[in-house]
C-alpha cells in the first residue's frame, strides 16, 4: 500500500511539476506594476501604427508632437494602450532616436478602458521613435519612423 501511495504521489508531483514549466516558460514582469504584453498584443499594435504613412517615413509631419499623437491614437486603437509622457528634452534636436514606453489599460466586459491613472506599464516591449530633421527654418519637416520592440 505505501508503495502505491509512493508512486501516486511522484506521478502527480511529476505532472504538476511538467504543468508548472508550461505555464512559467515566459518572463514575468521586473516590477510591481508592470505587465508583460504577449506576441498578439505586439502584432496589434504594429498593424495600427502601420496605417500611418507619417510614422513609417513614407510621410513627412510638420512636427514631432503630430507624429507623438498619431503613435498614441494608434496604441488606443490597439486595444487600450496609452503613450507614457514624452517630454520635450527627450526629444530634442533635428535627429535622433528614443525608445518610448507606454501602459496597458484594463478593458471591462463592454470593451471599455478603464480611465484609471495608474495603468501598469509594460515591460516587455517599447516604441522606438526615431526622427530626422528635413528643410530649415519654416520649412523644417521631420521623417518619423515608428515601431513596436
Do not use: Q
Request: glycine share 8%.
Amino acid at each position: 500500500m505505501s508503495d502505491s501511495l509512493n508512486e501516486t504521489f511522484t506521478r502527480h508531483l511529476t505532472l504538476l511539476h511538467n504543468k508548472l514549466r508550461e505555464i512559467s516558460w515566459k518572463p514575468g514582469p521586473r516590477n510591481p506594476g508592470e505587465v508583460n504584453v504577449d506576441a498578439r498584443d505586439r502584432r496589434l499594435i504594429s498593424k495600427e501604427l502601420e496605417k500611418y504613412p507619417e510614422l513609417k517615413g513614407i510621410v513627412k509631419v510638420e512636427s514631432k508632437s503630430k507624429a507623438l499623437s498619431l503613435i498614441t491614437k494608434a496604441l488606443d486603437d490597439a486595444g487600450g494602450f496609452k503613450l507614457d509622457m514624452v517630454t520635450g528634452d527627450e526629444i530634442l534636436g533635428d535627429k535622433g532616436s528614443k525608445l518610448l514606453t507606454y501602459s496597458a489599460g484594463d478593458v471591462n466586459d463592454d470593451g471599455v478602458t478603464n480611465d484609471d491613472s495608474d495603468w501598469p506599464s509594460v515591460s516587455n516591449s517599447r516604441i522606438n521613435f526615431t526622427w530626422e530633421a528635413m528643410g530649415d527654418g519654416s520649412n523644417k519637416v521631420y521623417e518619423i519612423i515608428a515601431y513596436v520592440t
